[in-house]
């Protein structure tokens, strides 16, 4: 996240947290797609540690960008091991077109909020080269690199067809009702501004098919918070607006520390630590 880093625009653009204020649109995105939405309701606790399932998902796409070989390596480890375990009649996790899909969500929210915040990318090239980057959010899980849509002409066309088939179904609708009235006091104080924001990102079609009211008042507010948020946003200094990345990151390598020190640290006679070795992995 380092200076050093703005040759890469995944990089760079991936830790500013501007980007999380599409997280809801990224996740009715994913479940709009009917394996995607079957998945997460059989399979996932978001409704009862909603703070634990978006750290999770932080940590995959901040240690995928910025963390180092080994990090990325136990990491990924970790995330194939519980996606192979969501399968169920006519889904499996890991099958390469939910990959796919997911991980372009991820690309695509972050392209997105990254040009109506800071205007677009440099270039074409420079676009380029992040869709060519961002392949790495579902090659990382096992997506073949050739199904990745490497172009912006490849990756457009993909979008397209992709979200136009899409069906908003019974499942997604109980999901987006769930995230959007969680239990917990924090997160209800913030859904008024993250459901504004999902529901003005999403495609006309599908805010309907969720059932998501829209009126020209909601939109005059939606467009007001944008042009604030460029305004204000991209004057603020670096290290403030890629503060939840440096915490994310913080976090999941002091966990890992103290995961080696238990592993390495053990009580020996009269109570003092011993080391024992690492068995290999």
């Known amino acids: 996240m380092d200076r050093s880093s703005d040759a890469s625009p995944l990089?760079?653009?991936?830790?500013?947290s501007c980007l999380l204020g599409g997280a809801g649109h990224a996740v009715l995105l994913q479940i709009a797609h009917p394996s995607v939405a079957h998945?997460?309701?059989?399979?996932?606790?978001?409704?009862?540690?909603?703070?634990?399932?978006?750290?999770?998902?932080?940590?995959?796409?901040?240690?995928t960008v910025y963390g180092t070989e080994a990090e990325r390596e136990r990491l990924h480890a970790i995330v194939r091991a519980m996606h192979k375990k969501v399968t169920g009649p006519g889904y499996r996790a890991l099958d390469d077109d939910l990959l796919l899909w997911v991980a372009?969500?991820?690309?695509h929210n972050a392209a997105r909020l990254h040009t109506m915040v800071f205007g677009g990318f440099r270039d074409r090239d420079e676009y380029a080269l992040f869709l060519r980057e961002a392949s790495v959010l579902g090659t990382a899980l096992g997506l073949p690199e050739s199904a990745w849509p490497g172009t912006p002409e490849e990756f457009d066309a993909?979008?397209?067809k992709a979200v136009s088939g899409l069906k908003v179904g019974d499942e997604a609708r109980d999901i987006a009702h769930r995230l959007f009235r969680p239990r917990q006091p924090v997160l209800r104080a913030l859904m008024p501004l993250q459901r504004l924001l999902t529901t003005g990102l999403l495609p006309p079609d599908l805010r309907e098919g969720f059932g998501l009211p829209w009126s020209p008042r909601r939109q005059r507010v939606f467009d007001a918070v944008i042009g604030v948020t460029r305004t204000v946003y991209p004057r603020l200094p670096r290290p403030l607006r890629v503060l939840p990345a440096t915490v994310c990151l913080w976090s999941m390598r002091r966990g890992e520390a103290a995961r080696l020190s238990r592993r390495t640290v053990r009580p020996?006679?009269?109570?003092?630590a011993r080391r024992r070795a690492i068995p290999p992995r």
């Open 11 to 16: 990089r760079r653009i991936t830790a500013e």
């Open 39 to 63: 998945g997460v309701l059989h399979h996932s606790d978001f409704d009862h540690r909603p703070f634990s399932r978006l750290f999770g998902t932080l940590a995959y796409v901040y240690g």
């Open 104 to 107: 372009a969500t991820l690309c």
């Open 158 to 160: 993909y979008w397209e």
């Open 268 to 272: 020996g006679p009269h109570g003092r």
